[in-house]
């Protein structure tokens, strides 16, 4: 009977079947529009969306970890659902730095799925994911991580359609002196990319890039594509802009049914590594 009332499809917001699930210590996958959240025994475990980059892209594009070790890991223990575990044990990467990284991709991906608390489509009970174990959280974490997230985002600029939709160039009254990161971020906005479009051409954190496309909106510089009539004469044009290189849209999140590992492919042009994640994991590295 419990497993019945798990698995059925209702308009519960997706934040109070977290609340629930936490309740009964569940395991399993809940689906919502946005992403899946992993549980084990109650405990976030991982969170993943088609809004923010994977896991692997965020550990080899900083420099954390080689390009062959994630793959190595992936086929050597994909199916097992113990990729984060051999990332450890081959030496390829430290459990702290591990650690780091995962939380901030999970943390970054539940922003998107429970910060505007859609609907909770399913829960499938038993269903991992193919990274397994790495660190849990409890659930009343994840959404008052998700909350302060869309706070700050509202304060800095209060449209959230800015997070997912194709994203146009407003042109400047003049030249503008922009920080580095804000700027390559800038030069993404081509009329077709959302954030985290832009994010995965970047390799770099989503909510950060949230952060500057929110204050370039706040600026006046960029806008929601759909906002700008077609006869504007300041609407851009649908081809890329010539600054900026051409990427295939963010991948689709895996099926949650799917034990299989389905990593999205490397960016071309990874962003600068992010300076607080790195002192973390400096830190992480020096207490090993």
């Known amino acids: 009977m ?10 519960e917001p997706a934040s109070a079947r977290l609340a629930t699930l936490a309740e009964r210590s569940a395991s399993g996958a809940l689906s919502t529009e946005a992403g899946i959240v992993y549980l084990a025994a109650g405990r976030v475990v991982h969170v993943e969306s088609a809004h923010t980059p994977a896991l692997g ?3 080899t594009h900083s420099g954390a970890l080689a390009s062959d070790g994630w793959w190595e890991a992936i086929d050597r223990a994909g199916r097992r659902c113990r990729v984060g575990r051999q990332l ?20 970054d991906a539940a922003y998107f799925v429970l910060a505007h608390d859609g609907p909770a489509l ?3 009970p038993g269903v991992a994911h193919w990274l397994g174990a790495v660190r849990s959280v409890p659930v009343d974490t994840v959404l008052r991580e998700s909350r ?8 800095i600029w209060p449209e959230p359609a800015v997070d997912r939709a194709p994203l146009a160039r407003i042109p400047e009254a003049g030249p503008v002196d ?16 959302t ?17 500057e496309l929110r204050r370039l909106a706040a600026a006046g510089m960029v806008a ?7 006869g504007d004469p300041s609407a851009p044009a649908a081809s890329v802009a010539p600054d900026a290189p051409v990427t295939s849209p963010a991948p689709a999140a895996p099926a949650a049914g799917s034990a299989a590992p389905v990593p999205a492919p490397r960016p071309a042009f990874p962003d600068e590594p992010d300076t607080a994640l790195l002192r973390r994991l400096l830190h992480a590295l020096e207490a090993l």
Do not use: K, N, W, Y
Not at 96 to 101: D, N, Q
Not at 178 to 193: E, Y
Not at 224 to 230: G, K, L, T
């Open 2 to 11: 419990i497993t019945q009332i798990l698995t059925s499809r209702t308009d």
């Open 88 to 107: 450890v044990d081959s030496g390829h990467l430290a459990a702290g730095a591990l650690e780091l990284c995962h939380l901030g991709a999970l943390f």
């Open 57 to 59: 892209d965020l550990l």
């Open 122 to 124: 399913r829960f499938r």
């Open 195 to 211: 954030a985290a479009q832009i994010a995965t051409a970047l390799a770099c954190r989503t909510f950060h890039t949230l952060v």
């Open 148 to 155: 302060r997230r869309r706070e700050l985002l509202h304060r």
């Open 224 to 230: 929601p594509a759909d906002s700008m009539a077609p």
């Open 178 to 193: 922009l920080p580095a990161r804000r700027s390559r971020i800038l030069a993404q906005v081509d009329g077709v990319r």
